[in-house]
């Protein structure tokens, strides 16, 4: 099954240093705010065939709302650079994050992917599933 539109968007890296002290709950904050971009992202519809990789910055404050966001590469595809900021927009409010999280770690850099067909992993994410349920189907 392809996400939304039958695109996908994220090769979503977080620029902030990996710290072997970070917590777990700083960690599954960021899972959080990767998984709440990652749902909200779409194709936009003026851009079909056209392809590219946005890179974009944000800051969120302390509560997880949007403070400011940017575009630090641009395709050069407007629709395309402008979907990568309204992504961020759509997203908000973030989840609030844990009171560990330093304040380096309310800014972001992330990268979207934008393609007319499904995201590399999700291929084989499908393809793993068919083969369990043939598998699992062949005693039927």
Sequence with gaps: MWLRLGLLIFAIGFAVPGYAAQTDFVAQ?????????IASGRFPAEAQGQIGNVTVGFVVDRSGKLVSSWLYECTGVPALDAEAL?????????????????DHQLRFKIQFVFSNGPH??????????????RSICRGC
């Design 29 to 37: 904050w960021m899972k959080e705010v990767r998984e709440r971009l």
């Design 86 to 102: 309204a992504v961020i927009g759509r997203a908000q409010p973030f989840p609030a994050p844990p009171p560990k999280a330093a």
């Design 120 to 133: 590399p992993d999700r291929i084989r994410e499908e393809a793993a599933i068919a083969a369990k349920m």
